[in-house]
Nanobody
Framework: QVQLAESGGGLVQAGGSLRLSCAAS????????MGWFRQAPGKEREFVAA????????YYADSVKGRFTISRDNAKNTVYLQMNSLKPEDTAVYYC????????????????????WGQGTQVTVSS
């Protein structure tokens, strides 16, 4: 069992930055690939970014590539999402999720393949 708790959301103007954190507790954090997903009002939850258990590889949705950076600190059991050049269309509830690393070459972009989820943190970008 892994418990995840996101923080760092808030209200920011377009062009601004935020850094989200996701603290994990429970079983060994480094056994999990980690992902960030988001859900805007009236829309389905979508993939944003993912990182392998070691932090060696990262993956991004086209909509955030070049603006967002995912990273992790296994010593602190924390994964981060640095969001720069924010746009109003980035407004959503952001969730972190954990996926066991075993048997996987890379993290999935499919939310169905993540076992554990945080409660979400709201990000609002004003124009």
């Amino acid at each position: 069992q892994v418990q995840l708790a996101e923080s760092g959301g808030g209200l920011v103007q377009a062009g601004g930055s935020l850094r989200l954190s996701c603290a994990a507790s429970g079983r060994t954090f480094s056994s999990y690939n980690m992902g960030w997903f988001r859900q805007a009002p009236g829309k389905e939850r979508e993939f944003v970014a993912a990182i392998t258990w070691s932090g060696g590889s990262t993956y991004y949705a086209d909509s955030v590539k070049g603006r967002f950076t995912i990273s992790r600190d296994n010593a602190k059991n924390t994964v981060y999402l640095q969001m720069n050049s924010l746009k109003p269309e980035d407004t959503a509830v952001y969730y972190c999720a954990a996926q066991p690393k075993y048997g996987r070459v890379r993290p999935s972009t499919n939310q169905e393949q993540y076992n554990y989820w945080g409660q979400g943190t709201q990000v609002t970008v004003s124009s």
